[in-house]
């Protein structure tokens, strides 16, 4: 289940958990205790495993896979470093990965490398998976610290500029 080129399926919305949850009977969930407490009651099925996620520590992402009990999904909900031990739990057991971004924007979810933090080296970079199903759920972002949002918002502008002005580049060169 290598990261493909392709698009996810990116579902836009309130109430979403209410008509995608069914579908995750059987699965992983990596997330932290606040993620958590706001969609725990919206999903109709409990975790084969609930792992309150402990960074991008190489020791824990080691340890943590091969103490995973057998599930057909990776569901994630969180901010960044959930949604990134996410992917690293769904490329290392193969299995389709259902992420819920907790914040507006969150930069993990738009990108598959993640960075292991590793004693030795510092940071390196991994390529991972791509999730199957991306759910940006209104209902769940609006239970997030507004500082969280509003910080967000900035984040999001400054990357849409920034693809903004290299396609312009890039127009203005083939039009030459």
């Known amino acids: 289940m290598a990261l493909a080129s392709r698009q996810p399926d990116a579902r836009y919305g ?25 969609v725990e009651h919206r999903l ?22 091969p103490r995973l009990p057998n599930a057909e999904y990776i569901l994630v909900v969180g901010g960044g470093n959930a949604l990134d ?16 971004p907790t914040i507006i924007s ?18 390196f970079q991994r390529e991972t998976v791509a999730p199957e199903v991306l759910l940006f759920d209104a209902d769940v972002i609006r239970q997030a610290p507004p500082r969280l949002n ?4 900035g984040e999001c502008v400054c990357q849409l500029a920034a693809i903004g002005a290299w396609n312009r580049s890039d127009r203005r060169r083939t039009a030459r």
């Open 150 to 153: 509003y910080a967000s918002m």
């Open 85 to 100: 031990v996410g992917k690293y739990v769904a490329w290392k057991l193969n299995r389709p990965l259902m992420m819920i």
């Open 44 to 65: 109709p099925y409990r975790p084969a495993h609930r792992e309150f996620h402990q960074g991008m520590g190489e020791r824990y992402l080691e340890a943590l896979t």
């Open 14 to 38: 309130r109430n979403l958990l209410a008509e995608f949850g069914p579908r995750y009977r059987s699965y992983i969930a990596i997330t932290s205790p606040r993620a958590w407490k706001v």
């Open 106 to 123: 969150t930069g993990s979810v738009f990108q598959s490398p993640i960075a292991i933090r590793c004693a030795k080296i510092g940071d």
